[in-house]
């Protein structure tokens, strides 16, 4: 709990800072939280009751606790003009912790289906800086990643699937400082420095990484915003030399006052294992009522060595890959090959109106393009599956 100490740390050193008439503290600190729970249907009935491709829904035909997550956050004050803090702090419990564990943070702490995870644990601070449209932020600690469409925090995503850019091709999050220059009121310029991809308090090479971007702002008239970010850095245990790249543009843009059209573009390449992956994910989404949002996704990803994609049969087989154990990994968790994946996903977001309830049906489609038999078993070019999730916020 190191990470933790370090935070209310900075926080009562950045709480001494002089303020341009601040907010109550009180205020301004929210707390929050939601439960999610979702099960995946394969009309296929893989014998290892996996579906190929998948980690937060991978069990099929097997309801899951994905996400029972609290809070508790102060914002910055986007319209501050000297110095301004902020914090936050989010924890998860769940089965989607197997997934986004940081080296040295709780990635020990079960073997189980379900585990806890800190997912966020950060100050921000915001500094006035004369020749810019709003200053700088600083951001330090655990935080997620900039790249890609989705996020781990599912109220923030449109489907309850995820892409194989966000499972494969981009990291979940990073440890160390970030930098947001927000340099014209049309363009962001990030810079940081961290641990790795999904390191903490420990790293599995000990060399830094470098993560950043460029976010460009109410483009086309207030229309499109655009976002490229990169991370670059060793990232294979105990070899410090070699280097892996992940990359992604995201691209939203309203095409009118319902119709959102997002796209998701990316790039992964290993040097050490001499291995790429690349694709592009496009969503539409389109408010038929006040409570019912229908959605569409299709997503084309390449996994050009065969080693990206793959399914994790053990609950600590991901982690344990991370930090370079010595281990039998679980026989189920099998790779796909060099495979060209696609995938198309039609679903809604349903709002109940009972108590903060959402639920969230799909319907999802996955096939090799070209001709491998990844699927159910390692048996089938193509899988079908049915889902449906319910969170409740409070």
Known sequence: MKIIAFILAALVAGASLPAAAPAPVA??????????????????????????????????NEPLLNQFVLTAERALDPAATGFDWGFKLQGLYGSDARFIHSLGLLDRSSKDLLQPDLV????NLHFPLTGTAGGIDVKVGKFVTLEGAEVIDNTGNIFYSHTYSFNFGI??????????????????????LTRGVNTSLKDNNDRPAFHGGLSFLNLAGGKLTVIASTHFGPEIPNNNKDYRWLNAVVAIYKVNDKLTSTTDLNYIQDDFAKAKGYGVAQYFSYPVSDSVTASIRGEVWRDNNGFFVAQFGNNTDVMGFLRGDTFTPDPRTVGGGVTTYGALTVGATVKTGIAGLVVRPEVRWDASLNGTRPFNDSQDRGMITFAVDATIRF
């Open 171 to 192: 990291p979940f999050n990073h440890s160390g400082v970030l930098a947001n220059l927000h340099a014209t009121k049309n363009l962001d310029v990030l810079v940081g």
């Open 120 to 123: 966020e644990a950060f100050v």
């Open 27 to 60: 205020s301004r600190v929210k707390y929050s939280g939601h439960v999610q729970v979702g099960i995946t249907g394969n009309f296929a009935s893989p014998n290892d009751r996996q579906n190929f491709g998948r980690l937060f829904d991978d069990r099929a």
